[in-house]
């Protein structure tokens, strides 16, 4: 099996960019996910495949891969984004996720 | 609409065993791949088991491994998951998952039920 590793908080003022990180072995060879988790809600992806977003999510949402390190960015992080944050990755026999940053926006 | 809605949560003692459903409806079930995802009380995410959509091919966290074990039926368009021998550390909100294969290497979990407690406690 193998890990990957976040930071366990970031903290942002309203309209200022996040960046959350993901650092692990598997990042060169396989896609960074991230998933967004409000306070007793499931989980949403906001970032599929190191880069790509799905509808319905805003554009303030990027995501970046390099190496062994997958960046989630926030670009004018809103009140609203404040979650904890998951990135999430695939091996031939199972998927990992990592331990989650808790991003707050104040 | 997709919907899937797990059930079977409850409080068991240490050693002992449950088994949880997930209910899938509005999609085709028997085409997609299937996992269960758990969330201990305050902590992260941790995927536990993966299905293919045959059933043929099963994946399990180290974890778990061993002591539950995931199936489906397909005519019933329902997941499962017994789990046995089950810890203190076992407890946790287990969600049931739809596997998205979005081409080539692109698998992750488009959809989520609303998740079902388990609480492993004496």
């Known amino acids: 099996s193998y890990e990957l590793t976040q930071p366990p908080s970031v903290s942002v003022s309203p309209g200022q960019t996040a960046r959350i990180t993901c650092s692990g072995d598997v990042l060169p060879k396989k896609y960074a996910y991230w998933y967004q988790q409000k306070s007793g809600q499931a989980p949403v992806v906001v970032i599929h495949e190191d880069s790509k977003r799905p509808s319905g999510i805003p554009e303030r949402f990027s995501g970046s891969s390099s190496g062994t390190m997958a960046t989630l960015t926030i670009s004018g992080a809103q009140v609203e984004d404040e979650a904890d944050y998951y990135c999430y990755s695939t091996d031939s026999t199972g998927r990992v996720f990592g331990g989650g940053t808790k991003l707050t926006v104040l | 609409e997709v919907r899937l809605v797990e059930s079977g949560g409850g409080l068991v003692q240490p050693g002992g065993s449950l088994r949880l459903s997930c209910a899938a409806s509005?999609?085709?079930?028997?085409?997609?791949?299937m996992n269960w995802v758990r969330q201990a009380p305050g902590k992260g995410l941790e995927w536990i088991s993966f299905i293919s959509s045959s059933g043929t091919s099963i994946h399990y966290a180290d974890s778990v491994k061993g002591r539950f074990t995931i199936s489906r039926d397909n005519a019933k368009n329902s997941l499962y998951l017994q789990m046995n021998s089950l810890r203190d550390e076992d407890t946790a909100v287990y969600y049931c998952t739809r596997d998205l294969h979005c081409g080539g290497d692109c698998y992750y979990f488009d959809f989520w039920g609303q998740g079902t407690l388990v609480t492993v406690s004496s």
């Open positions: 509005g999609f085709t079930f028997s085409t997609y791949n």
